[in-house]
C-alpha cells in the first residue's frame, strides 16, 4: 500500500518511545509488533510509517536531525542507537506550549514572527508530503493546539491529537474537518495498558456484574517533563476531563463529582518514564454488602502510547485513501481517551474493525 508521510509536533518522550521503537521493529523484521489491534491494517504495517517532518520549539531541538533531538535534554527514552536521519527540527511557535514548571527544562527559540512560521510550515508540510500530523503538545498547550489543527486544515494533512485540546471531540472543530474533508482522530490517546484502560475496564465490570460503584479515585504520578508541567493545576482542566469522561462514560449512572477523583497527581523526579497509578474503587454487592478494589499500575509511559500511536495513525491514512474527512469516530473511540463519540472498549474495537474492513464510516 506504500508509506505513511508523517510529521510529529512535540518531539519530547512520546515521540521519542514511538520513534525508538519504530526503529527496533525495523531491525527486527522478523518480530511480532506488540501493542496493536493488527500486525496488517488494511495493507499497512508498523515498518509502513516513516516521519518526514519534525516541529518544536526547544533550543537543543529546532535545527538539530531528528535523531539527535530524540535523545535531546529533557528527553529520557534511550532504548535504541537511531540511524542518522535527514529530517531537520524545524521552529513552532510556542504560543502557550510551555509551562512554568518546565521552563527550566526547556528553553524555547522565539526568533521568528507567528505568520512568518505559518507560511515555512505550510510549505514545509507540502514539500514534505506530510499526510498526517500527530500532535505531542504539552498538556495546557491550547493555543499552540489549535495552531496546529488550522495548519491541518489548511494544508489537508490528516490530525492524530494525542493530547488533551479537544478538537476531535469539539463541535465546531470537527465540522471544519468534516467540511474541508481532513480526517481527525482524538482527543488524548489511551495508553495500551495505561491507567485509563484499566479503570474503564474495572468501572465497567463492577457495572457489567450488576453491583454499585460508590466512590473511585485514580492517583498518577510520573519524573518526566509531562509530570512536571501537570504540576500546573490552570493547566490540567482538559486532561482532568478527558480522564473523567473516560471512566464515567462505561457507568449507567454518573459517579457524583464529589465521589470522583481522576487526575495527574505529582511529580517524583526519580521515577523518570515510569508511571505509578494508584487506583481505587469501593463499592456494595448484595445486602449491601461493601467490597473494594486498591489497585497499583507501574508503567513505562512511553512504551504504553507507542503502538496505539501507531494504529491511529494508519486509520488516519486508511481515511485519506477512501476520501473521509471529519472525526474518524470509530479509531478514536477505541484509541483516544475523550472521543467525540465514548463507547464502551469491545464496541469501540468492533466499530473499528468494521472501519477498517470498509464496511462503516461515519462522516459526521
Ligand atoms: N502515555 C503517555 O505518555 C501519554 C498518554 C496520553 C497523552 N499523552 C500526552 O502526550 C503529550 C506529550 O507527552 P510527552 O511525555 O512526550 O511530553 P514532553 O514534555 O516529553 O514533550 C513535549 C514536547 O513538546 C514541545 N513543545 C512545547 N511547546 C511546543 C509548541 N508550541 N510547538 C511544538 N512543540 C512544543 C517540547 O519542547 C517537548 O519536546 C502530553 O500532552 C501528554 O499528556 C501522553
Not at 507507542?306 to 494504529?311: H, N, P
Request: aromatic letters at 8%; glycine letters at 8%.
Amino acid at each position: 500500500m506504500g508509506k505513511i508521510k508523517c510529521g510529529v509536533v512535540g518531539v519530547g518522550n512520546c515521540f521519542a518511545g514511538l520513534y525508538q521503537g519504530l526503529q527496533y521493529y525495523k531491525e527486527h523484521s522478523e518480530k511480532e509488533v506488540i501493542g496493536l489491534m493488527h500486525q496488517d491494517m488494511a495493507g499497512y504495517r508498523t515498518q509502513d510509517i516513516e516521519f518526514v517532518s519534525a516541529f518544536d520549539v526547544g533550543s537543543n531541538k529546532v535545527g538539530k536531525t531528528l535523531d539527535e533531538a530524540t535523545y535531546a535534554y529533557p528527553n529520557m527514552v534511550n532504548w535504541i542507537k537511531l540511524p542518522k536521519s535527514d529530517v531537520i527540527v524545524q521552529e513552532s511557535p510556542v504560543l502557550d506550549g510551555v509551562g512554568k514548571y518546565v521552563e527550566d527544562l526547556i528553553k524555547p527559540v522565539t526568533n521568528k514572527p507567528i505568520d512568518q512560521l505559518k507560511e515555512e510550515i505550510k510549505k514545509h508540510i507540502k514539500e514534505t508530503e506530510t499526510e498526517v500530523i500527530v500532535s505531542y503538545l504539552p498538556v495546557g498547550s491550547q493555543k499552540a493546539a489549535e495552531f496546529w489543527a488550522e495548519m491541518c486544515l489548511e494544508t489537508g494533512t490528516a490530525f492524530v491529537n494525542c493530547m488533551p485540546v479537544f478538537i476531535a471531540s469539539d463541535a465546531d472543530w470537527e465540522k471544519r474537518f468534516r467540511e474541508k474533508k481532513v480526517p481527525v482522530i482524538g482527543d488524548d490517546i489511551k495508553g495500551q495498558i495505561g491507567a485509563t484502560i484499566v479503570h474503564r475496564v474495572l468501572a465497567k465490570l463492577t457495572q457489567d456484574r450488576g453491583a454499585e460503584l460508590d466512590k473511585t479515585y485514580q492517583l498518577n504520578v510520573g519524573g518526566n517533563s509531562d509530570f512536571k508541567n501537570m504540576l500546573e493545576r490552570s493547566r490540567l482542566e482538559s486532561k482532568k476531563v478527558s480522564k473523567t469522561e473516560s471512566v464515567q462514560s462505561q457507568m449507567k449512572n454518573r459517579i457524583p463529582d464529589e465521589n470522583i477523583h481522576i487526575g495527574p497527581s505529582d511529580h517524583v523526579p526519580f521515577l523518570k518514564n515510569t508511571k505509578l497509578c494508584f487506583l481505587y474503587i469501593e463499592g456494595r454487592q448484595w445486602a449491601d454488602i461493601p467490597y473494594k478494589i486498591d489497585l497499583k499500575l507501574d508503567v513505562d509511559d512511553k512504551a504504553n502510547s507507542a503502538g496505539i500511536v501507531v494504529d491511529a495513525v494508519r486509520a488516519a491514512k486508511i481515511a485519506l485513501d477512501r476520501g473521509y474527512g471529519g472525526a474518524i469516530e470509530s479509531a478514536s473511540a477505541y484509541l483516544m481517551k475523550h472521543p467525540p463519540v465514548q463507547m464502551s472498549d469491545p464496541e469501540a474495537k468492533s466499530a473499528l474493525e468494521y472501519f477498517i474492513m470498509g464496511k462503516e464510516q461515519k462522516t459526521g
